[in-house]
């Protein structure tokens, strides 16, 4: 079929958007919340998403984000649980077979072959920036100016690959610009304000982590070197030096789990491992009751955790490095080194509860998943079809 245009459906029927992605988590993550959503606001709207992904087996069913496909893919070693599309030749007879009208591809590097694909079967394809290219290869020990040179190498061919190139935010764009690249759109992403909201606060759920006159933070957090979450455990530790009372809850699960707990070990810090936290209820009651919570990851391109936290009414305070400056507004702080951090605890406890806590959640309600979606279906040059509901804002 190469050099042919794949068959469509009718625009009474809406689109078949068939979205690739990989390095997704088995049970949580943004880039999994992200897909769903999505996926859920592509049906709603009257179009057919298809969702492809890793896993440990090759399975195929009918979710309320469409259709999911699961294909064998080896795991990542020292991960944490990423997977991997590595068979290209059976993800493409796969995308052969699917005929989509559009296509929509969450990695820019080991899938970045989708973008000429895409172009050779004249299906407009757009790639999604869930990570700053710069940022990823900081992180792996390159310096700086080798890191802007190889990204910029790197952002060059895949704004070349695909028609569109989605940031989520202005911050996950810069990149893009700063080479010239004119096919950069920009679609924020949303959060769940009803599953994610303060009236899930349960004192019982607090006093199981801290006790009255503590100072209760917590970090919802992969647990994995770009999320530099030893950074956490050094600000508790600096505010206890300093004469606070502040004990840490660590929710999420990586690679980095075991050296942290011997370090908090070590150093007898009061913290909490929870390793993953399968009910959302459980962990929106968390969130809720923290007082502050701390996003140390320098290369969020937008950040859902933390806007999940905001959701809930409780401040952030951010890496100054990231996007999440922007995200999180004057409803928390940004930081770089672990004193600004400290500092930043403190004068975000200082602000009376109420108002701290109104200030996050009128920050998350800036950002709803009907408006992510609509922005996304923009990117497709996708309308919402007049048999679709109009979904609540």
């Known amino acids: 079929m190469t050099g042919t245009a794949l068959p469509a459906r009718t625009p009474d029927h809406g689109l078949r958007i068939v979205r690739v992605a990989n390095f997704v988590t088995p049970v949580s993550g943004g880039l999994r919340t992200a897909l769903r959503h999505l996926g859920e606001g592509y049906a709603a709207a009257g179009h057919e998403p298809v969702l492809v992904i890793p896993g440990p087996r090759a399975t195929d069913e009918l979710t309320p984000q469409g259709r999911v ?3 064998p893919g080896p795991e990542i070693p020292g991960s944490g649980g990423y997977r991997l599309l590595a068979r290209r030749a059976r993800v493409e007879a796969l995308l052969e077979s699917l005929a989509p009208d559009r296509l929509e591809v969450s990695d820019r590097t080991t899938l970045r072959w989708t973008g000429a694909w895409a172009r050779r079967h004249r299906v407009p394809a757009v790639m999604v920036s869930h990570e700053s290219a710069d940022g990823v290869l900081g992180t792996w020990g390159l310096p700086s100016g080798a890191a802007r040179r190889a990204a910029d190498a790197l952002n060059r061919r895949t704004a070349h690959s695909y028609t569109k190139v989605v940031c989520t ?55 994995s070197p770009e ?11 600096h505010l206890r030096a300093s004469g606070v009372d502040a004990v840490l809850v660590v929710a999420g699960d990586g690679p980095l789990r075991a050296r942290l707990t011997t370090h908090a070990r070590a150093a007898r810090l009061p913290v909490t491992f929870l390793g993953h936290v399968p009910d959302r209820a459980v962990l929106a009651a968390l969130l809720a009751g923290a007082d502050v919570a701390l996003a140390p990851g320098p290369v969020e ?6 806007l999940e936290t905001l959701a809930c009414g409780t401040p952030v305070v951010v890496s100054s490095r990231s996007a999440l400056p922007a995200i999180v507004g004057t409803a928390g702080a940004a930081a770089d080194t672990v004193g600004e951090y400290a500092a930043a605890v403190r004068r975000l406890t200082d602000v009376p509860e109420p108002v701290r806590r109104a200030r996050a959640r009128a920050q998350a309600e800036r950002y709803t998943w009907p408006a992510a979606v609509d922005a996304f279906l923009a990117a497709h040059d996708a309308a919402r079809l007049p048999a679709a509901a109009e979904p609540s804002r």
């Open 69 to 71: 496909i699961t294909l």
């Open 301 to 306: 391109t937008f950040g859902l955790a933390a």
């Open 169 to 223: 935010t202005a911050w996950a764009a810069a990149e893009f610009e700063r080479i010239g690249a004119r096919n950069v759109v920009r679609a924020p992403l949303g959060v769940d304000l009803d599953g994610w909201h303060p009236g899930g606060h349960d004192p019982a759920v607090r006093r199981q982590y801290a006790q009255d006159g503590q100072v209760l933070l917590v970090m919802c957090s992969r647990l």
């Open 227 to 237: 999320k530099k979450p030893d950074t956490a455990l050094e600000v508790l530790a």
